[in-house]
């Protein structure tokens, strides 16, 4: 079972740029994608980024540009680099990871393991 704990969520100014942080632990993270999400107030979970083992990024059209997404496998750990943040990426940020032995990625419904997320909140 893989544990997912992310960090450097905060308040910040629109415009601002924040760094989330994910530790992975609990099984071999090099092999596995990983991926953010993030969940608004009375909105559903949303996909928000993702990088292969081999480093292949994607991102949803809302953040393209002005997020990206890292990972370092010496560290086990996956970052997101939030830049020229906006009010609307207010949210709870979850750090994800496929399942046990699913080393392909075929897009955001391979996620299956969840952190405890950290709070992002950007001021107008």
């Known amino acids: 079972q893989v544990q997912l704990v992310e960090s450097g969520g905060g308040l910040v100014q629109a415009g601002g740029s924040l760094r989330l942080s994910c530790a992975a632990s609990?099984?071999?993270?090099?092999?596995?994608?990983m991926g953010w999400f993030r969940q608004s107030p009375g909105k559903e979970r949303e996909f928000v980024a993702a990088i292969k083992s081999v480093g292949t990024t994607y991102y949803a059209d809302s953040v393209k540009g002005r997020f990206t997404i890292s990972r370092d496998n010496a560290k086990n750990t996956v970052y997101l680099q939030m830049n020229t943040l906006k009010p609307e990426d207010t949210a709870v940020y979850y750090c994800a990871a496929p399942p046990l032995g699913r080393y392909y990625y075929a897009g955001p419904r391979d996620f299956a393991s969840w952190g405890q997320g950290t709070q992002v909140t950007v001021s107008s």
């Open positions: 609990g099984r071999s993270f090099s092999s596995y994608a």
